[in-house]
């Protein structure tokens, strides 16, 4: 049975709740306690650099720990707090390749295929292969980076609108690819919006019964939703703040949008309990066959000082101590997520900061991972190091950057 161990209001507005099974049982003994005072500290630098509100939570072992700190809707001043449902960007990569690679373990796609084996609509490069798609190596254009140019006119512009995923690929399609097949690592949601279509097309499936029959209902999930072209999130959620990019302007609240301009690339709804589930879950594998989870965890680096990898919807990070934590990240109008696990699955965190389009905030939020796996010393090392420094939106391409501060 759970029960609170502890409970301390600090720093007036953050709420910590520990509960454990049973106290006897370690928590992976490996990793150092989760330093709760760092994690304070980053959620405080982001709200002091722009974000309404925070949310942490970690499962460690048998002990969860709820961090969360300002608001969850403004308006209204209601208290942010860990339980709360949120846009998880993409963070949906990772649950549209376990729907993909499950396929894969049926014998139904074969991940060196050309993708236009199993497309309705031929894309325009043969050699492009299902895993390039998985593994951002395709060289299809991201074409959120003319859409959201301008930040706020080009989410105003898709925020109730619904796209076909052909219709999201002629965009993509309508540009020069960014390389040939396979030869290089370029970030983009078109990869992912092929890959929707494909597993709709394969199956006969819409996405929102294949995310739910094969991952929400087997996992208990009960607070992750794709309800795609619906625009609300039901039951207890925080809403979005999307920061204009002329930062004198206040922020644009953007909780209801269809999502329609991502969909497999973004459209999922989830909570921090959830996320962590869902990422402890897939690593032990409980999802997809280890030969497919092997794929999945084939990392490459993608920045220059290899802490950072991509394998085939899954991101990976090595921390300062050492510790390689896997998961992902999603930038969605209005949230910053975080979800990661280490690779036994036994301690999990994800943070979410409800605002965007502010570089420095999920650059700062990112100091939760130091925090959540590291432990004191090396998180407060890392945190000083991050917020003294340069900062940095993954994988946004050099048209987006620019509009972000
Ligand atoms: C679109 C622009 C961001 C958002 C995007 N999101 O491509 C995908 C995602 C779904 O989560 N990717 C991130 C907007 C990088 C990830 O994998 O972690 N920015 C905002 C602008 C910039 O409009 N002009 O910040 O909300």
Known sequence: MRFTIASTMLAGTAVITTLAASPAVAATPSLPAPDIRGILAVQKQAMADGAPGALTR?????????????????????????????????????????????????????????????????????RITVRHLLSHRSGLWDYTNDMFYYTVPGFEAVRNKVFSCQELIDLSTAHEPTNEPGAAYS???????????????????????????????????RNTSYVHP?????????????????????????????????????????????????FSALISGKLVPEAQLRQMMAMVPVNADGTQFYGLGLRARKLSCGVTVYGHTGTVQGFYTYAFTTADGKRSMTSMANTSNNGTVNTVLGGTLEAAFCGATEAKAAFAKSSEGETFTEDIAPQVARHNR
């Not at 048998?62 to 707090?81: K, L, V």
């Not at 449902?85 to 499950?102: A, D």
């Not at 919006?193 to 208990?220: C, D, N, S, W």
């Not at 925080?238 to 953007?254: E, F, I, K, Q």
């Open 58 to 126: 970690i499962d460690s072992g048998t002990t969860s720990y709820r961090i969360s700190m300002g608001q969850a809707d403004t308006a209204a001043r209601t208290a942010m707090d860990a339980n709360r449902r949120f846009r998880v960007g993409s963070v949906t990569k990772s649950f549209t390749t376990v729907v993909l690679m499950q396929l894969v373990a049926e014998g139904r796609i074969d991940l060196d295929a050309p993708a236009n084996t199993y497309l309705p609509q031929p894309l325009p490069d043969d």
């Open 187 to 221: 970030y983009s949601n078109t990869n992912f919006v092929v890959l929707g279509e494909m597993i709709e097309h394969l199956t006969g499936v819409p996405m929102a019964t294949q995310y739910q029959e094969r991952i929400f209902k087997p996992l208990g999930l």
């Open 230 to 278: 619906d625009t609300a999130i039901s039951g207890s959620a925080a809403r979005g703040y999307l920061t204009p990019d002329d930062t004198a302007l206040p922020l644009v609240d953007s909780t209801e949008q269809t999502v329609s301009w991502a969909q497999s690339a973004g459209a999922v709804i989830s909570n921090a309990a959830d996320l962590n589930r869902f």
